[in-house]
């Protein structure tokens, strides 16, 4: 079953939401993916969330998996509504906490299909995961996606709280 992971600054926008709605729709009416997973940093990693929320609503056989960059018996976490499952990648035991996010996100690159990115920031771990996947997709590894910008610059104050939840 094709899996894609959403990578995406944390700042961005509610104007973003058209954009990712409908790429979350072509995955899953196009490239057949049935399981999304997301981070919990964020306000992109919310709105990748709520969108793959209702698109479930749409499509019963998708899955929202929860990634976890910290082990669960650290910062212990339920599985959040609308998540299906949350995910520790093995191997991570070891990793020093402030390197873990960057980590969980680089495992996810190197076992999705497709990645759904939203990152511009040419100085932003987002941005260097994005290379990356890039480097991966020329060897037909992984197939990226990349969110147009919104056409002002975001004054880089969150909306909302970030969180996960509806």
């Known amino acids: 079953m094709p899996t894609c992971f959403f990578i995406g600054h944390r700042e961005a926008s509610d104007y973003l939401l058209p954009q990712l709605s409908a790429e979350v729709d072509r995955h ?6 049935t399981d999304f997973v997301v981070g919990i940093y964020g306000w992109f990693d919310s709105m990748a969330a709520r969108t793959v929320k ?7 056989e998708v899955t929202l998996t929860l990634l976890l960059a910290y082990h669960p ?12 499952s949350t995910f520790y990648p093995p191997g991570m035991e ?3 906490k ?7 996100n680089r495992y996810m690159v190197d076992h999705s299909d497709y990645l759904i990115a939203y990152a511009w920031h040419t100085a932003s771990n987002a941005r260097e995961l994005v290379s990356y996947a890039k480097k991966r997709e020329n060897k037909g590894l992984i197939q990226v996606t990349e969110l147009a ?7 880089g104050i969150m909306i909302g709280d970030g969180k996960i939840g509806d």
């Open 73 to 84: 018996y650290d910062r212990p976490i339920p599985t959040p509504e609308g998540f299906d």
């Open 28 to 33: 899953i009416t196009e490239l057949k993916v």
């Open 54 to 60: 209702a698109a479930k609503k749409r499509h019963p």
């Open 94 to 96: 070891t990793v020093p």
């Open 149 to 155: 910008r919104e056409p002002q610059r975001n004054t």
């Open 98 to 104: 402030r390197a873990a996010i960057v980590k969980a």
